[in-house]
């Protein structure tokens, strides 16, 4: 795709982004939103959206690793981690001891789990109970049509999936909440206390078993499982499901310039960090696509950043490219550098309180660079060196990509972190860039078009830099 010719040299970085750009590239913008909003409706969790990335991959001429003993400039090749994350790789002309460069996102989103014996009966409705996953609020997910997304694995090692809710001809599935006219004490609580975790329980079926006695209506759901999959109520305790809005992506705003849908956070980042290194050219140094899980409850266990599976990926890079050095792998990781590809939060009108207007993300003007996240006073942190945000500036400039700098929110409001300090840790240089988006975190999500095209072109500009 081409580059959208800057106008911005001549503008205040804080100028509308859209105003730069003519009928042509707003058609490019279009088309590469429709392509994205694809990828929203395919991935709706993170085990879809490694399935998503590695077909879109495949088609692009990647290979799985595991198939090639030796690996040569120009090689293309993905790495699985337990269906759960995915990194892929553009072999360049240097040696990896002088470096890569990384475009680090995550694939996981806030939803509510399924917990391991979810199905009761009570009051003639039969019904599941969900753990939450990640920062939400949990009021907003209640009344609100649900999916069910995920796996099953049986006793005999069999792998059952799980999709329910998103096809026209689907049931979908829904919390309940108070009607107003009984919500009194409710009303009256402290806003965060108005849904309890507890409370949000999904109504799963009403109709009663005919001939059974005993919780007739949980019987008639435990039957149509054992119909429709062969599950039984005791596969759920290995089970992984997940909850999810059962909306579509859809353009957002009489002049469609926004995306609006489930679980941007941060699949935005994800499929633009995937399509740069899909279309990216040749180059000297080798480029990475980090697609991690977990990053939204710590980043933790085997398929979070915080596991030692990417270095097993890099590894084998080095490895199959010839390279046996001591201390190899620390030498690569300290001469390279990446992008925290995560979303930031994009100033809102209505929320105005809580921003800093002259460090605050804005829709339509542009991808972010923050030189630092973490909550307060910077904690968790990774603060990226003013040399390397220097070099991600020139880069920026030299690809006419427009871009802002922000923090998230006031100092004292709150804050939020990435998996930047975990690259950080491996000795690389790291600053975190990302799509401004509103109501974060929320069943439906919104961002600009221009900004989610303008990551694409700085996270590319950056795979092909020197």
Same mark, same amino acid.
């Given at each position: 795709?081409?580059?959208?010719?800057?106008?911005?040299?001549?503008?205040?970085l804080r100028k509308y982004g859209w105003q730069g750009a003519d009928e042509v590239q707003k058609s490019m913008i279009g088309e590469f939103s429709e392509g994205y909003?694809?990828?929203?409706?395919?991935?709706?969790?993170?085990?879809?959206?490694?399935?998503?990335?590695?077909?879109?991959?495949?088609?692009?001429?990647?290979?799985?690793?595991?198939?090639?003993?030796?690996?040569?400039?120009?090689?293309?090749?993905?790495?699985?981690?337990?269906?759960?994350?995915?990194?892929?790789?553009?072999?360049?002309?240097?040696?990896?001891?002088?470096?890569?460069?990384?475009?680090?996102?995550?694939?996981?989103?806030?939803?509510?789990?399924?917990?391991?014996?979810?199905?009761?009966?009570?009051?003639?409705?039969?019904?599941?109970?969900?753990?939450?996953?990640?920062?939400?609020?949990?009021?907003?997910?209640?009344?609100?049509?649900?999916?069910?997304?995920?796996?099953?694995?049986?006793?005999?090692?069999?792998?059952?999936?799980?999709?329910?809710?998103?096809?026209?001809? @689907?049931? %979908?599935?829904?919390? *309940?909440? =108070?009607?107003?006219? !009984?919500?009194? #004490? +409710?009303?009256? &609580?402290?806003?965060?206390?108005?849904?309890?975790?507890?409370?949000?329980?999904?109504?799963?079926?009403?109709?009663?078993?005919?001939?059974?006695?005993?919780?007739?209506?949980?019987?008639?759901?435990?039957?149509?499982?054992?119909?429709?999959?062969?599950?039984?109520?005791?596969?759920?305790?290995?089970?992984?499901?997940?909850?999810?809005?059962?909306?579509?992506?859809?353009?957002?705003?009489?002049?469609?310039?926004?995306?609006?849908?489930?679980?941007?956070? @941060?699949? %935005?980042?994800?499929? *633009?960090? =995937?399509?740069?290194? !899909?279309?990216? #050219? +040749?180059?000297? &140094?080798?480029?990475?696509?980090?697609?991690?899980?977990?990053?939204?409850?710590?980043?933790?266990?085997?398929?979070?950043?915080?596991?030692?599976?990417?270095?097993?990926?890099?590894?084998?890079?080095?490895?199959?490219?010839?390279i046996v050095h001591p201390y190899a792998m620390q030498r690569m990781f300290s001469a390279s550098c990446a992008l925290s590809a995560d979303v930031t939060a994009a100033?809102?009108?209505?929320?105005?309180?809580?921003?800093?207007?002259?460090?605050?993300?804005?829709?339509?003007?542009?991808? *972010?660079?923050?030189?630092?996240?973490?909550?307060?006073?910077?904690?968790?942190?990774?603060?990226?060196?003013?040399?390397?945000?220097?070099?991600?500036?020139?880069?920026?400039?030299?690809?006419?990509?427009?871009?802002?700098?922000?923090?998230?929110?006031?100092?004292?409001?709150?804050?939020?972190?990435?998996?930047?300090?975990?690259?950080?840790?491996?000795?690389?240089?790291?600053?975190?860039?990302?799509?401004?988006i509103h109501s974060m975190h929320s069943p439906y999500e919104s961002a600009s078009k221009y900004d989610i095209y303008m990551a694409y072109l700085g996270y590319k500009?950056?795979?092909?830099?020197?």
């Open positions: 795709m081409k580059n959208i010719k800057n106008n911005n040299e001549k503008k205040n909003m694809d990828f929203l409706n395919r991935a709706k969790t993170e085990r879809e959206s490694v399935k998503e990335i590695v077909r879109l991959a495949e088609d692009a001429g990647f290979a799985n690793i595991s198939q090639k003993k030796t690996l040569a400039p120009g090689d293309r090749v993905y790495g699985i981690n337990k269906g759960k994350s995915v990194f892929l790789a553009v072999i360049g002309t240097q040696s990896l001891l002088e470096g890569f460069h990384a475009v680090g996102a995550h694939i996981d989103a806030p939803r509510l789990d399924l917990k391991q014996n979810p199905l009761y009966e009570d009051g003639g409705m039969a019904l599941f109970k969900t753990h939450y996953y990640g920062g939400i609020k949990k009021y907003q997910w209640t009344t609100t049509p649900l999916a069910l997304h995920g796996v099953v694995a049986k006793t005999d090692g069999t792998i059952v999936d799980i999709k329910i809710g998103e096809e026209e001809e @689907d049931p %979908v599935f829904l919390i *309940t909440d =108070l009607l107003p006219h !009984l919500s009194g #004490k +409710q009303n009256a &609580k402290k806003f965060s206390d108005g849904i309890i975790a507890e409370n949000l329980n999904i109504v799963v079926g009403s109709m009663p078993l005919e001939d059974s006695e005993e919780e007739p209506v949980k019987s008639q759901i435990l039957a149509i499982l054992k119909d429709k999959y062969d599950i039984e109520e005791d596969d759920f305790r290995s089970a992984e499901i997940e909850a999810v809005p059962a909306v579509k992506a859809r353009s957002l705003g009489f002049d469609k310039s926004m995306v609006a849908a489930y679980g941007q956070d @941060d699949r %935005v980042c994800a499929y *633009t960090g =995937l399509m740069a290194i !899909l279309n990216m #050219k +040749q180059t000297d &140094k080798t480029a990475v696509g980090i697609f991690a899980d977990k990053e939204e409850i710590g980043s933790m266990g085997n398929t979070g950043m915080h596991s030692k599976n990417f270095e097993l990926f890099m590894m084998d890079l080095l490895e199959k490219t010839g100033y809102d009108p209505t929320f105005s309180e809580v921003m800093e207007k002259n460090n605050a993300s804005m829709m339509g003007k542009g991808v *972010t660079i923050k030189k630092y996240t973490g909550a307060r006073g910077k904690s968790g942190a990774s603060d990226a060196n003013a040399e390397f945000v220097g070099f991600i500036r020139g880069v920026f400039k030299n690809a006419s990509v427009h871009y802002q700098s922000s923090e998230m929110g006031k100092v004292d409001e709150g804050g939020g972190g990435t998996i930047a300090y975990i690259l950080a840790d491996r000795g690389m240089e790291v600053l975190d860039c990302g799509v401004p500009a950056f795979l092909e830099s020197k």
